[in-house]
């Protein structure tokens, strides 16, 4: 079967230099263990899991070591086996501290005896797959890791028709779940399955941009029969068409209402590594132990897709991939448009590391902010279709009642506006601090 | 000719029924207002800084008048708008300790160094949020003036990178307090002049790591002091403001020099 063309496109958006051929060529390593694993109860959006093993205790790999603390958390796995060498608190991609546990791994590499395989998972029941990706600790591994089980268990009045599986990857530079779709589509498409059935969800559309024609092509290979409505969508390539709100219009044409979610109007969005994540936990009866990250960027001397076990640090994967072979000046955990700057290669893999991008000096630039110029860019590359250039100035005089006024929280923080701003204002940066000061001034009424 | 009269007349005709409407109901529809509030509200010093608790020097001035709010809380003001509030209100009122602000860091540029370089927007929420803040010390001031902006008689500087009060400028409003995203802002006694200038929380390897002049929790000071005037709070050295300490033995033997007479 081949693949259908998207009727549709999401307003804005812009095209940054993809750089995607660093890395887009070479096949999923699998990386060795590394000395040490540093694994983060705040690996998911939520309330941070609660650790449940103390320093001292031997674990096995797909152990509980961190319990989820309510219904919007994830559980945590030990991602090998091996000895807890400390539980304290360390510095997430974000900024802020979370509790770790750290482990030694003893290289035995030894699984528990946990969650049973069941590769008939077509006899279970809806309530079944949702408990076994909940004991997965699966979570969105797209970016925001949002927990899979929450989505996959909407409200009971609200019907499913369309599951989406997200293969956009418009992030520059990231190759991870292009080259998941291009080495596992049938696993993928199993698991897309799985989630199916479990939302009772008839359509699955796999979105691709359409500058991925080798993952257009194995996707839609591999589609099973026994299907139903599923497609492969050739989305157009542009930033950012693998945001939900964006994706959910290109693929569908339906648009999700302003501080509403994508089950308003009867979607669900999950990205293909997710996805894969499912089908193992599924039928192998595998925990969330290990993700695929694209480590790249130019100092790097062999840019690469790593599979590396969570918590294992940037500075080891780097290791694995070469190390670097030309001075670094920025250090990015994901990709260069929505990614997290870090201080240091110290930081831990979580489920939502996506990439792992290295900068050399002569792609980074440290510019002065001016005044904005109203000349409009910003409005025009907006993919919500909000203002940034009135928003930012509401929000530089700390008017948050305005910003709110003007649909401040629906912003998605995705980047167009600063990337366009000839008069390089910290657009995301005013937003976001907006949005956090909206939230708490909400709470208080 | 014709044109002017009627002109004159409409125009004429007209104002003298809206003055006459608004004749009425300034009769009829007039806001009584207690004439001591209006008094009150003159003797405050309209700073509207809010550091009473009301909305600003005339909601705090109704507060009084309507409400019986205790007049002591006008810290700005003073004895001598106490003493005056006294007499207009028949209230009378001990006026509370006065107290300033300060900035529990001493990690100037020179003693905490910085983990990477920002050049974001230039506040300290924003700062903060990014990265866990460019400080290497989590804890420490970050020197973006969020509270020095907050401050509504600019007694709050930056200097060598961090934020300072000048005790003599502060009118104990408390709104620097509030902005703090790190919460580095305590009021304490102006009398008292020995302060822990040090917020970390870390152990002591840590917080040595990331500056030069932070409290390491040794738990010295703690022993020197009389009274437990000096009380650890896990690794941090606070200082316990409601009880006595002159000694500059405290300062001396202080490892981390994070305890300082201001």
């Known amino acids: ?445 | 000719m014709t044109m002017v009269i009627q002109t004159v007349l409409t125009i004429g005709g007209a104002g003298l029924v809206c003055g006459g409407a608004l004749a009425l109901a300034a009769r009829f529809l007039a806001v009584k207002e207690d004439p001591r509030v209006a008094e009150v509200d003159g003797i405050l010093p309209g700073a509207n800084c809010g550091g009473c608790g009301y909305a600003g020097c005339a909601a705090y001035a109704e507060a009084i008048v309507l409400e019986d709010a205790p007049i002591n809380l006008c810290a700005p003001g003073g004895a001598e708008i106490l003493s005056k509030l006294a007499g207009a209100t028949g209230q009378t009122a001990q006026m509370a300790e006065h107290k300033v602000a300060i900035v529990l860091c001493g990690g100037d540029v020179e003693n905490a160094p910085r983990k990477f370089d920002y050049n974001g927007v230039a506040d300290c929420q924003a700062a903060h949020t990014t990265g866990g803040g460019d400080k290497a010390c989590p804890y420490g001031c970050l020197g973006y003036a969020s509270c020095s902006r907050a401050c509504p008689v600019g007694a709050i500087e930056i200097v060598d990178g961090i934020a300072k009060v000048h005790p003599d400028l502060c009118i104990s409003c408390g709104a620097c307090v509030r902005t703090c995203p790190r919460a580095l802002i305590k009021m304490v006694p102006y009398a008292r002049k020995i302060h822990v200038m040090c917020s970390s929380r870390d152990k002591g390897p840590a917080v040595k790591k990331a500056c030069k002049v932070g409290c390491i929790g040794c738990t010295i000071c703690a022993k020197l002091a009389e009274d437990e005037a000096i009380k650890m709070q896990g690794f941090l050295a606070v200082v316990d403001y409601d009880k006595e300490l002159d000694n500059d033995a405290v300062i001396e033997k202080c490892p981390g020099k994070c305890i300082v007479r201001i």
């Open chain 1, 1 to 445: 079967m081949g693949a259908i063309k998207a009727k549709f496109s999401a307003p804005g958006g812009v095209h940054p230099a993809y750089h995607k051929d660093l890395a887009a060529e070479q096949p999923i390593a699998e990386m060795p263990l590394p000395a040490s694993l540093v694994i983060s109860m705040s690996q998911h959006l939520g309330k941070p899991a609660t650790p449940t093993v103390k320093k001292g205790d031997t674990v096995l790999r797909g152990q509980v070591i961190g319990e989820a603390a309510g219904f919007i958390s994830a559980a945590v796995h030990a991602p090998t086996s091996g000895t807890v060498k400390l539980v304290a608190p360390v510095p997430t991609a974000a900024g802020p501290r979370a509790t770790a546990v750290t482990i030694e791994p003893d290289g035995e590499d030894k699984w528990i005896d946990g969650m049973a395989p069941c590769p008939d998972w077509r006899q279970l029941e809806k309530k079944d797959i949702v408990e076994k990706i909940a004991a997965a600790g699966i979570t969105g591994m797209g970016g925001a890791g949002f927990p899979t089980h929450v989505k996959v268990s909407p409200p009971p009045e609200t019907a499913i028709d369309t599951l989406i599986l997200n293969g956009a990857e418009c992030e520059p530079y990231l190759t991870a779940d292009y080259r998941l779709m291009v080495e596992r589509a049938a696993d993928i498409w199993e698991g897309a399955l799985i989630i199916a059935k479990a939302l009772e969800a008839t359509n699955i559309y796999v979105a691709i941009e359409d500058n991925k024609p080798l993952a257009i092509a194995a996707m839609a290979e591999a589609m099973p029969e026994q299907a139903g409505a599923a497609h492969v969508v050739a989305l157009k390539t542009e930033y950012p068409q693998g945001a939900e709100k964006q994706q959910i219009f290109a693929v569908t044409g339906r648009e999700v209402p302003a501080g509403g979610l994508p089950l308003n109007v009867g979607i669900v969005v999950e990205n293909v590594g997710t996805t894969l994540a499912v089908w193992d936990a599924v039928v192998n009866g595998r925990p969330l132990t290990e993700r695929v990250t694209t480590v790249t960027g130019g100092p790097v001397a062999k840019p690469g897709n790593v599979l590396a076990r969570l918590g294992t640090s940037s500075a080891d994967m780097v290791e694995f991939c070469g190390g670097t072979s030309s001075p670094v000046a920025k250090i990015i955990s994901g990709g260069p448009m929505m990614g997290f700057a870090q201080a240091d290669m110290s930081g831990p893999t979580t489920k939502t590391t996506s990439g792992l991008l290295l900068l050399g000096p002569e792609s980074v630039h440290a510019y002065e902010s001016m005044p904005c110029i109203s000349c409009g860019r910003c409005v025009g590359v907006c993919p919500m279709n909000l203002m940034p250039n009135e928003l930012s100035q509401f929000l530089e005089a700390e008017d948050y009642e305005t910003a709110e006024a003007y649909n401040v929280m629906d912003c998605i923080e995705c980047g167009c506006c600063a990337f366009e701003c000839p008069a390089h204002r910290p657009l995301v940066q005013h937003m976001r601090r907006g949005k956090a000061q909206v939230m708490l001034n909400r709470r208080k009424q």
